[in-house]
């Protein structure tokens, strides 16, 4: 099986293996040692008022934070398929992949936008507490990632769609990208865990 | 462009004189050499000469930001003025920057708009922050109410700036990705993207006056400056590696000239 230019299992699958450009793993720990930084400062700022983080908290809807989750979770379950699919060489496969992917992506996107709209609505702006500066803060930094992967999503079906989709570059890419994608999945499993669910 | 003397054979004054007249690659380590010197004094002018950052709080009345203008009557305009001798410094930083951009295999366009958007933004980014402030320290009996305004143009008009910086280290990711010369290690790409995200952090400034995000809050100013540093620093590194292994060739960089 072809993998980022290499051949998992050669050598008896003893060799190092690293999927995509180890590069992307170097982008995946700057940006979680960033959101550590995010997530220290709200827990040492929660630790000063948890009365007010409490009771902020409770405005927020956990259904949607767990559809948020399992839909997210899904399109990672999603991107990985298509990278099992891009490695088999099955580039259609792979691309009805990163369509159901695109698919919990704009779900995602939808449930984000109507929560903000109902929290604004009912009073809860960016700048009405601590909390819910955090909660926009967090959650649209977290936005603001996901788009990017909508360009990541879009560098995968070029390369699947184009003459050398099976090519040890082309799989490279689709590896790096899909390593994005599950970053932005994994920060929000954490974003989800401190705004949600932790009380 | 070689010599048949070889410089190391030379003492050391004389080296440095062999590779002022005969090194090819004189002009791009003098723009290098700029650009560390520049930074060097970037960083203790802003953060010990003149005191100005970390910066102060959004929230402060008009009487102590009266105040914090009287405390550096004599540091803003001591360092301002130097900063205003070396701001030119920027224009060959940036060209340097660029000149990393056109020696890869991606459009020209890119060397050419990073060099136009950095160029632009050192107006209101750098100079008329100083500006603001300098005049701010200039006429100590001005009405308060002139300097609070000061005070807010000076360090809006540098956060406000976040924006270019944000597309212009977009420009530099994108060139690098792209680029099959490999001119700089993918990573590199990465870490811009690290640094254009959190540019954006620094936008809500412009709605706090207090907390993480307000223009010197832990998240806005704190942390984006531990990732502005750590990025500095890789890119000045990169670039020197990047000269080092110029051969002034059109096609993928050597792993290392000797």
Redesign the interface.
Known sequence: MRAGGRTVGEAGGDAPFVPGQPDMWAFVLFETLVFTGYFGFYLFYRARSPALFLHAQSQLDVRIGVVNTLVLLLSSWSVARCVQSSRAGASRAALRDVAVTVFFAVIFLGCKVAEWSRLVRAGHGPDSDDFFTYYFFLTGIHFVHLLIGFVALGVIVYRLRGAEARSPESQELVETCATYWHTVDFLWVLIFALLYVIR | MTSAVTPRALPLRRRLLWHCRNNPKRELWLAWGTLVVFYNVFFPVFFVVTRVQPPPQPAWDLATQVQWFHERHLGIPLGFGIIFAIAGMTAVNNALIAYSMRRMSVSRAFGYSYLLIYSLSAVPGLLLLCIALIVGTLRPQRDPRLIGWLYDFAFLSFDGTMGVFLIGSLIWMLAILLDKNRVF???F???N??NA??E??VS?CW??RR???AWNG??AWW?DM??FGVYTVAFIVMLFRMIQREDFGTGPLPARVA
């Open positions: 290690p993918k990573w790409g990465y870490l993207l690290c995200l959190t954006v952090v809500p709605i706090f907390g993480v995000l832990q998240i942390l531990v990732v």
